[in-house]
């Protein structure tokens, strides 16, 4: 009989919520222990896992028997000291939520962790693993002939409400280009190969949250803008968010472009916010159009609804957590989004929100904050 893998989970908001309900369609997987200090939430996650024993702090958990990984799914400033207590106290494999980290500041204290932790560090980029994009990542090299141009617009809705607000406010998050397109700049990088010299952006918050107020501070989130990334061997990426329209048919639409055809993936929103007079949802797409002979072929790429019910990101969490078991198991032998991708990401974020906020490009290189081995020559 297989032993079953038991889970630590740190953190059980929306996000951690819905890493609880994939973790429960993995065979032979459970979530053992759950710390998550805010009782409605803690409440929430304890019926998604009955079994899972409620815990008061990081340290109690860690002192739960049998555990074999871990997950922080805690609001994006609480991650980096809550991995370096596991650090301290049990260092077991670890999956860690996206951003890895949100100040500048804390680089010297993340290549301390990386240096010492003995155990795999996993970041959780879920956008990697959404079907039509892993099938874009598959080809986009081979049918565009080598990617040249690549672009990525995330049309959707605003940041919903989270425990305190947190999300509204730059100092929690690390900022818009940080909390949420650190997915996208990750996506970049992996599907370009290549590493970012230099970061030009806009934005602003235009619409969004400007009638909130918390304990008399109004969210300084921004809720649009354009990013372009220049990289080390040529390629040009661009991202283009916007969190004011949820009206949109699909929510992502990644496309790349070379010598000899443009590839594209078109993924839609959460199935729950698809309006029901509209029938289904859409099916995610993966189109290629060949510069000759001409004729954009598409196919559907649909998604299995058991994955789609459990979670807002297209089937991609179970299939992470798939991955991430294989590696706690021992039948994988590294991470595939390594704590360098994690950091690498922020890293890029941080230069976007600097570009807005100081009105220029900023080079990769002033910035300082990319690890030292992904730095471009």
Request: proline share 8%.
């Amino acid at each position: 009989m297989t032993k079953v893998t038991n889970y630590g989970l740190i953190g059980c908001g929306m996000m951690g919520q819905e890493h609880l309900r994939n973790i429960a369609l993995l065979p032979g997987a459970r979530v053992a222990a759950i710390f998550e200090p805010d009782a409605e939430m803690a409440m929430q996650a304890q019926a998604l896992a009955p079994e899972a024993q409620l815990c008061s702090s990081v340290v109690e958990l860690m002192a739960t028997e049998g555990l074999d990984c871990l997950l922080i799914a805690s609001p994006n400033f609480r991650h980096l000291e809550q991995m370096e207590e596991i650090a301290r106290l049990n260092p077991l494999p670890l999956l860690v939520e996206k951003p890895l980290f949100t100040d500048p500041a804390e680089t010297a204290r993340l290549a301390a962790f990386r240096d010492s932790y003995p155990a795999p560090v996993w970041v959780a980029m879920e956008y990697r693993y959404m079907p039509p994009i892993a099938a874009f990542l598959k080809e986009a090299q081979a049918t565009t002939g080598g990617i040249r141009m690549l672009t990525i617009r995330e049309h959707r809705f605003p940041f919903l409400h989270k425990v305190g607000g947190w999300n509204r406010f730059n100092r929690y998050t690390g900022g818009t280009f940080v909390e949420k397109c650190c997915h996208f700049f990750d996506l970049m990088r992996l599907t370009l190969g290549d590493e970012p010299v230099r970061v030009m952006a806009s934005g602003s918050q235009a619409v969004n949250h400007q009638d909130e107020n918390y304990e008399g501070v109004a969210p300084d989130v921004l809720d649009n803008g354009y990013v372009i990334v220049d990289f080390a061997r040529g390629g040009r990426a661009m991202l283009e968010l916007c969190m004011f329209a949820e009206g949109a048919r699909w929510q992502e639409e990644v496309t790349a472009v070379g010598p000899q055809a443009r590839i594209e993936a078109l993924v839609p929103g959460p199935g729950r916010f698809w309006p029901e007079h509209l029938g289904a949802p859409p099916v995610p797409q993966l189109i290629v159009s060949p510069r000759a002979p001409k004729g954009p072929e598409m196919r559907e790429i649909p998604v299995d609804p058991a994955l789609l019910e459990a979670g807002d990101h297209n089937g991609s969490t179970f299939y992470q957590h798939a991955r991430f078991l294989e590696l706690v198991r021992g039948q994988r032998g590294r991470p595939e989004v390594t704590l360098e991708d994690g950091w690498a990401a922020v890293a890029m974020g941080i230069a976007a929100q600097m570009s807005i906020r100081e009105g220029r490009a900023v080079s990769m290189e002033e910035t300082g904050l990319m690890p030292a081995r992904l730095r471009a020559a």
